[in-house]
Nanobody, 116 residues
């Protein structure tokens, strides 16, 4: 059974930092593409960042470029999202996702709230 468990969310002030983690079990992340998505209240879920299975290609939403960094540690089967210079508009539930061909798996989400 595949499980993705996110952690690291919380309440932070504007300009602060958080690091989200996504620990995977039941799947080897080294053969999966990985990514983080977020959903703010009243808005659709949007992609934040994604990385190819080999790690050769990483993309970021324009809104987070230069502030967020996606990484993976295949030895720990864990995905990270380092978030710096946080803004109120970054407030959302953040979801980890991994996918390969037609299969995708999602975590339960972790709340990030940026207060001004």
């Amino acid at each position: 059974q595949v499980q993705l468990v996110e952690s690291g969310g919380g309440l932070v002030q504007v300009g602060g930092s958080l690091r989200l983690s996504c620990a995977a079990s039941g799947v080897s992340l080294d053969v999966y593409a990985i990514g983080w998505f977020r959903q703010a209240p009243g808005k659709e879920r949007e992609g934040v960042s994604c990385m190819s299975s080999g790690g050769g290609s990483t993309n970021y939403a324009d809104s987070v470029k230069g502030r967020f960094t996606l990484s993976r540690d295949n030895t720990k089967n864990t995905v990270y999202l380092q978030m710096n210079s946080l803004k109120p508009e970054d407030t959302a539930v953040y979801y980890c996702c991994v996918w390969k061909l037609t299969r995708d798996y999602w975590g339960q989400g972790t709340q990030v709230t940026v207060s001004s």
